[in-house]
Structure formats: structure tokens, C-alpha cells
DNA sequence: TTCTCGATG
């Protein structure tokens, strides 16, 4: 019965509704919201301090009814009592759709809104929308959603899902969230950076504001983590309906995962058993690498899937195969929250995933390859059982799991540049940022590492305070140095031009490199390449696709990514809302590029490289080594400029710079004077025309302005 | 001469 329940339930949060499954045809949604655990179920509360009287009362009355109540009345009693709770729903236990709906019939609506927080936009919608229908409105009335690019809400709304980040930029218009009578921080067990910046507030804000209700849900494991952080706050268990999973671990470590799951889809597949099979790779390289050939002439279809590949490629795995088929969804670790695939009966885990971790001393990212913790092992073999009994096959030891692997993950604050967390606390008001209360606090180095790097980009002054330029940047949905070159390029009357440079550097992966066609999509993509820069091979690409009607079917013929580039449009489209909200300018320099390049360096000089040997690079300001990416208009030219700028410098194989610009020697001692200083080098026998030759040298800081704000 | 895990404003 409760597996049915769940079962059909799993229908709702599917986009297409064309399958509506029977249980909701029959059904009213009246009687569908009490079938879910969290209606009719006993609450397990793990309870401390006053709240054991309150709770004492409330299943006393249920017991005295002599028949199970719904536990909602429990829930909303000891809310009412307490400020902040914390509540560990399972899969599948409603918690999503209900919670807002019971503090809205309790009353909280009465005097603010219930606002509830998704990591990610798709759920924030689709969530909205299936309570609108249970509420019986609009989407948009009494129950909306907020998501960057729509706001889908009116003066009517009661009930607002939104991103977390939505809630982030919301509290900085609006520090104590007054519009709000309750908040609701949801899937805050996967700690996005956006969930442990508002973990922090939030907690102030509550205690500021004694209306204020919060509830932040949480796995079992980190359960009494957040009681703790929040003051030994209550703890509601509400159990979930999923079909158990058997586990089955390796007996000996694997030394090669790609071979090793694709031994293992075999063999669940020549087995005999039905059902479709998810494995989880680290990355792409690895899917594409996987030789499912063996499979063909066995009636399997083999599906990627990863977020860069094309949509319609994506949508693959959601359509039905032929009768007598069975699908293979080769996946990274997109399969294990952003997307659920119906009919999985087994999951094959290769142990391992691709993290991103910023080391802030050379101020580079690392994209490395972990093995996972044990909570996304327990999240992918869940994967298993949503619509059955399922077997997951981990290709690690069951000693591995036990003793190898984290509990759960190391939070994003942790291992992430900071730069724009900082930016934004510093624009709240938090004096002290190393004294500001996080869950997991950042390491130091990396705070004071983001402080100085807003400190030389103007956004503090020496005292650490915020200055003008960095309240404007604080506006822009944007990393700080490209806030900064936006606002640089207004003076230098090149902004149209910078806008769209930076609405395309806020996208990932423009160009699209099919697998087999390496060579051909190369060659198209040199055609838009401009020599000294590929910040301007960007804008080149962007003013020929604009030239081009924003077409799609131009950007097939150019591999490049269409999906990519309409996000671009709105990413610009947002930005000069904004431009033109602050009253600055819009102009475009024309053909004059070089003063877009000097712009660019205007916020970049403090990742400038010099040219050392042919083709080689050292990063001017540490003397480390740094490679040209062989994706880069720079490369393998026979054009290597003296001094280079660089986005981003990410470590895989090597120390790679990825969009670089060339720049003038003097425009970094210009415009980077706490950096570089022009020195007047001798005449040499080398050097001809006995003109002055500048050399550029990365000059000791005088005074390190961490010294002044670490603090105060 | 390489490849970008996943999300967010």
C-alpha cells in the first residue's frame, strides 16, 4: 500500500502530465495529501528541554481520541512554541508540498507570507504549481514562485517557492525578510553555498524578529548538526516511501571503474532480470569513454547523460524504449538530485565524483576527481528504489565505504572562492566576517584571500568597509571582477560592448565539440576567433549569432551551443535592467577594440601572466607556470604578446589559463599600480630602436590590507 | 594540444 502511495505520487513532479496515473485520476487531491506520510504518520520527535511537555500534550490527545490523528496537529503545536525547527523528511514523505500548506491553514499567512527555498529552479516551479492545484488557484495567486529571469507571484501570494538565492538577494532589499511570516529553507542537507550564507542570517534574523518561523529540513545524519547550530532546537522525523534497495559491495577494490561498471551492466543485463540501469561516472570524458559496444546486438539502449550535453539528447532518457528494450543511463552526478528517471531497477556506482575546489593561495580552481561521501552513495542507490524493489552494485569494498569515505560531503563554503559571499555580507552590514556565525566556517585563508581581492578591485577600502564601487557592484548578479569591468567600462565608453562579454563569460561551455567531429567544430570556431583575444572571439560570436536573428539553427551550423546562447540573452537582458535602474550609460566603442581590451584589464590586471620562452607563460605575480588551454585564440598563433590576462586559472592535467586577452605592458602598472611598476630597463644588444622598454614586475605590497580588516 | 561534477543570482 505505502509503496503503491509512493508510486503514484512520483507522477506529480513529472513535467509531462499526459501519464496521469490512476491513483490521481481517482482520487481527489484532498485525499491525496492525506495518504502522505506526513498527514497520517506518527511524528518521531527527538525532543529537548520545554518542548517535552508540549509534545507530551499532543500525544496524549491523540491517544485519548483513540484512533491515530493526523500528526499535523502535533507538527503545528510544538511549531507554534518554537521559533526554529528542524524536520528530516524522507523521500517521499511530502514534506515539500504540506509544510507550506498547514502553517497557511494554522494561519501563518495571516500576516506575511510562507516562504519555502529550493536549490534548484525546476523544483521551486513544478513544487508551486502542484500546490496551486491543491489549493484549488492559480499558479501565480495565492501560490507563486520565484526563480531568476520570472517572477511568478502577485500581491495575492501567500505561499512562495524560490530558489535559495532568490531569498539571498531578497534579504539584502529587506535584511529582517518582513514580508515573510515563515521561511521554509528546503534540501538544506545538500549545503549549497547559498543555503549556509542564509543558515547564518537567518539565525539573526529569528532572533531579531520574534514572528519570524523558520524550519530548515535536514538528513538523518546531520540532523543534530542543525538542532545544535540553531540552539538545541526540536527535530521531526517524518518517514518516507521508498522500495528497499539491497546493497552490494565489491569484495576487492576496482582499479579501473569505467571497465569495471561496464562489466557490471552486463552481467545485470545477461542475468535475465528486468528493469533499466543507472550507473554513475565521475565525469564526461568517462561516459563517452565507456565502450557499451557489447551491448548492442543485446537489445540495450545506451544513454548519456550530463548537463553540458545538448537538451534534446537530455530528453532521451526520459522517453520510453521499444517493447523488449532495455535502457542504460550512463550519468554523472546529475542523476543524483536534479533528475529523476522513472523505472530504474539497478544502479551500478563507480564511487567517484568531480569537485571543484579553489585553492585561494595561487587563487585556482582544481576540478579533481573524489570518491564520493557516504551520503551520495546512500542518495544514488535510493535511485534504485522509487518505482520498485531495486540492487545497487557499489565498485567499492563495503571497508572502503565504512572507513574510507566522509560522511557527507565537504560544503561548498568550504572549498569555493568567496569573493561574492563576502561582497554581499559585507553589503548587509556584518562588520566582522570572520566572526560571522556559519555552520561550517570557511577556512580563514580563504576569507582574508577574498577580502584583499575585493580590497584591490576597489569594492573595500582600507579599513575593510564597503566603498561606492563596491555597493554598485554588490547590485549585479555577477562574479565581483566582472561586476567591476561592467562598471569600469561605463567610463570608458565601451559598456554595450562589455555587457555582452560578460553576459557570455556568465555561461558555461559556448562552443559545442561532438564527440568525432573534434576537427570540424575546431575549424568553424577559428572562423570567430580574433587573434589577441577570446573575450573578443565572445563578442564576435555573440554580434554575428545577433546579425543572424538569434538563430538557432545558425548556431547547429557553427557548433555552438543554442540553450548557451539564449541564456546569454537573458543574462544580458537582466543586466542592463540593472544598468539602466543605476542610471549608467550604454555605449558602444565601435570597432575600437583595444579599448574593450584595456577595459577588461581594467578588472583582470591581478591575473596577468608574461610570455617566458615560446609560448610559455608564467602567472607575473607568482612566477608559476601557466598554459595557454589549446581551446584558446592565443594558442599555437604565431601571435604571443608580452602580457596576458587571464578569466580563470583551472588545474586538470595542467595549469591552464582559460580566456585570456592580450594586454599592454603599461596598462598594468596604469591601471594595477598596488601590483606593478614600470621600470626603465637598459639599453640592451637584443633591443633595437633604443626606445624604452618597460618591464613589468610584480611589485611587494606595501601594506597587505588583510592586516587592517581581519579584525575589525 | 584539452576537454567542464552539479547548482545558483
Not at 534548484?120 to 492545484?133: D, N, Y
Not at 570597432?591 to 574593450?596: L, P
Request: charge should be neutral.
Amino acid at each position: 500500500w505505502c509503496y503503491r502511495a509512493e508510486q503514484k505520487f512520483a507522477e506529480h513532479m513529472k513535467e509531462k502530465n499526459e501519464a496521469r496515473s490512476e491513483f490521481a485520476k481517482k482520487k481527489s487531491l484532498l485525499e491525496q495529501r492525506q495518504y502522505l506520510p506526513i498527514f497520517v504518520s506518527i511524528f518521531h520527535l527527538l525532543c529537548r528541554r520545554s518542548i517535552q511537555t508540549s509534545l507530551f500534550f499532543s500525544f496524549k490527545s491523540t491517544i485519548l481520541d483513540g484512533r491515530l490523528l493526523p500528526d499535523r496537529h502535533s507538527f503545528l503545536a510544538i511549531y507554534r512554541d518554537n521559533n526554529i525547527v528542524i524536520v528530516v523528511g524522507e523521500t517521499g514523505s511530502g514534506k515539500t508540498t504540506q509544510l507550506t500548506q498547514y502553517l497557511h491553514e494554522d494561519g501563518y499567512t495571516s500576516y506575511g507570507m510562507v516562504g519555502c527555498t529550493q536549490p534548484r529552479r525546476v523544483a521551486a516551479m513544478s513544487v508551486a504549481k502542484r500546490v496551486s492545484e491543491e489549493i484549488g488557484s492559480n499558479l501565480g495567486d495565492e501560490v507563486g514562485y520565484a526563480i531568476r529571469f520570472e517572477d511568478c507571484t502577485s500581491e495575492k501570494t501567500l505561499i512562495k517557492y524560490m530558489t535559495d538565492g532568490i531569498l539571498l538577494r531578497e534579504s539584502l532589499r529587506e535584511s529582517d525578510l518582513d514580508h515573510y511570516s515563515a521561511v521554509i529553507m528546503d534540501e538544506a542537507h545538500e549545503r549549497s553555498l547559498n543555503t549556509d550564507v542564509l543558515f547564518g542570517l537567518l539565525r539573526e534574523v529569528v532572533s531579531r524578529r520574534t514572528d519570524l518561523k523558520l524550519i530548515v529540513t535536514s538528513a538523518t545524519m546531520d540532523s543534530d548538526k542543525f538542532a545544535a547550530f540553531f540552539g538545541n532546537v526540536p527535530i521531526f522525523h517524518i518517514p518516507g516511501r521508498t522500495f528497499p534497495v539491497d546493497i552490494l559491495f565489491s569484495k576487492t577494490p576496482q582499479e579501473d571503474y569505467v571497465e569495471a561498471a561496464v562489466k557490471q551492466a552486463l552481467q545485470i543485463h545477461l542475468s535475465g532480470l528486468m528493469g533499466d540501469i543507472l550507473i554513475f561516472m565521475p565525469g564526461q570524458e568517462d561516459i563517452e569513454v565507456s565502450d557499451m559496444s557489447g551491448f548492442i546486438p543485446l537489445l540495450v539502449a545506451v544513454l548519456p547523460i550530463y548537463s553540458q550535453l545538448p537538451s534534446d539528447l537530455q530528453a532521451k532518457i526520459f522517453q520510453k524504449a521499444p517493447d523488449g528494450v532495455r535502457k542504460c543511463i550512463v550519468a554523472t552526478n546529475i542523476a543524483e538530485t536534479s533528475l529523476t528517471v522513472d523505472g530504474i531497477m539497478f544502479v551500478v556506482d563507480s564511487g567517484y565524483c568531480k569537485l571543484k575546489v579553489f585553492n585561494p593561495r595561487i587563487g585556482m580552481d582544481a576540478l579533481q576527481v573524489f570518491p564520493i561521501s557516504q551520503a551520495n552513495a546512500n542518495q544514488r542507490s535510493g535511485r534504485a528504489g522509487r518505482t520498485g524493489p531495486g540492487q545497487c552494485y557499489r565498485l567499492y569494498t563495503q571497508s572502503a565505504y565504512k572507513n574510507e569515505m566522509l560522511t557527507t560531503t565537504i560544503p561548498e563554503i568550504q572549498r569555493t572562492n568567496l569573493a561574492n559571499v563576502v561582497l554581499l555580507l559585507k553589503s548587509l552590514g556584518v562588520q566582522d566576517l570572520l566572526l560571522f556565525h556559519f555552520m561550517d566556517p570557511p577556512p580563514e585563508d580563504n576569507m582574508l584571500n577574498s577580502m584583499y581581492q575585493l580590497w584591490i578591485l576597489g569594492a573595500l577600502d582600507n579599513t575593510g568597509a564597503l566603498t561606492p564601487t563596491g555597493r554598485l557592484m554588490v547590485e549585479f548578479p555577477l562574479d565581483p571582477a566582472l561586476s567591476k569591468m561592467l562598471i569600469v567600462s561605463c567610463d570608458m565608453c565601451c559598456s554595450a560592448d562589455i555587457l555582452i562579454i560578460v553576459s557570455m563569460l556568465s555561461v558555461p561551455a559556448i562552443f559545442y565539440r561532438p564527440k568525432g567531429r573534434e576537427e570540424e567544430s575546431d575549424q568553424v570556431r577559428e572562423k570567430f576567433s580574433v587573434p589577441e583575444s577570446d573575450h573578443l572571439t565572445y563578442l564576435n560570436v555573440y554580434m554575428q549569432w545577433k546579425n543572424n536573428n538569434y538563430s538557432s539553427i545558425w548556431c547547429n551550423d557553427h557548433f555552438i551551443h543554442t540553450k548557451a546562447m539564449r541564456k546569454v540573452r537573458e543574462v544580458r537582458s537582466q543586466l542592463k535592467d540593472i544598468m539602466v535602474q543605476q542610471k549608467m550609460n550604454l555605449v558602444s566603442c565601435g570597432s575600437d577594440w583595444d579599448i574593450i581590451r584595456k577595459c577588461i584589464c581594467a578588472a583582470y590586471f591581478h591575473q596577468a601572466a608574461k610570455l617566458k620562452g615560446i609560448g610559455e607563460y608564467v602567472n607575473v605575480r607568482t612566477g608559476m607556470p601557466c598554459h595557454l588551454h589549446p581551446t584558446s585564440s592565443l594558442f599555437g598563433m604565431g601571435y604571443t604578446p608580452d602580457y596576458i590576462i587571464y578569466h580563470e586559472l583551472v588545474m586538470t592535467t595542467k595549469e591552464y589559463m582559460q580566456c585570456v586577452t592580450a594586454v599592454d605592458g603599461e596598462w598594468l602598472a596604469e591601471l594595477g599600480p598596488m601590483f606593478y611598476s614600470v621600470k626603465q630597463a637598459g639599453k640592451t644588444e637584443e633591443r633595437q630602436e633604443g626606445s624604452f622598454q618597460f618591464q613589468i614586475r610584480a611589485k611587494k605590497l606595501i601594506s597587505h590590507p588583510s592586516a587592517g580588516f581581519a579584525g575589525k
